[in-house]
């Protein structure tokens, strides 16, 4: 058996190997993620609901949907368990004023970009088409009384 027939079969058995590996460890990964569920947690479901866990069984969970509205479901139907903020945030609407908004301490960061967009309007046009190519459509269009995309049907 020669060199290049072995790596014909290993190269394909590489990259399944690889492949399923990577597949493995997600699916070890969510599975974990589920297991730290607590009651309390917000977490977005495979469908797209955001809920509140409210009690954990071995194969279910009972949510809260919405106040005083609860449902249960699989396990395997959360798709992520969210932070804190981050539940607040997407639900409620509560925004994090961490961060303060940049104010320039002078105008001139406005007017530089006025000035940025005058220049390039002010700029003169690039003619892209051949002087000889234009003068044989003209005439080409003055020749039948026709210009592009008329027709004789009325």
Avoid: C, W
């Avoid at 079969?9 to 493995?24: G, I, Q």
């Avoid at 395997?76 to 981050?86: K, P, Q, R, Y």
């Avoid at 967009?117 to 044989?136: F, G, I, Y």
Wanted: charge should be negative; hydrophobic fraction near 40%.
């Amino acid at each position: 058996m020669s060199l290049s027939t072995l790596l014909i079969f290993l190269v394909p058995l590489a990259a399944m190997f690889l492949m399923t590996r990577s597949a493995k460890k997600k699916q070890q990964a969510a599975v974990q993620m589920r297991n730290e569920m607590q009651p309390g947690t917000g977490v977005r479901t495979i469908g797209g609901m955001y809920a509140t866990v409210k009690e954990i069984g071995d194969e279910t969970v009972l949510l809260e949907v919405a106040p005083g509205v609860h449902a249960v479901y699989a396990k395997n139907a959360i798709g992520a368990v969210l932070e804190d903020s981050e539940y607040n945030r997407i639900v409620h609407g509560d925004e994090e004023s961490d961060a303060d908004p940049v104010v320039p301490d002078d105008a001139s960061s406005l007017t530089e970009a006025a000035e940025d967009t005058q220049t390039v309007e002010d700029a003169p046009k690039a003619d892209l088409t051949k002087k000889s190519d234009a003068a044989e459509t003209d005439a080409e269009g003055q020749k039948d009384g026709k210009a592009d995309g008329e027709t004789d049907a009325k």
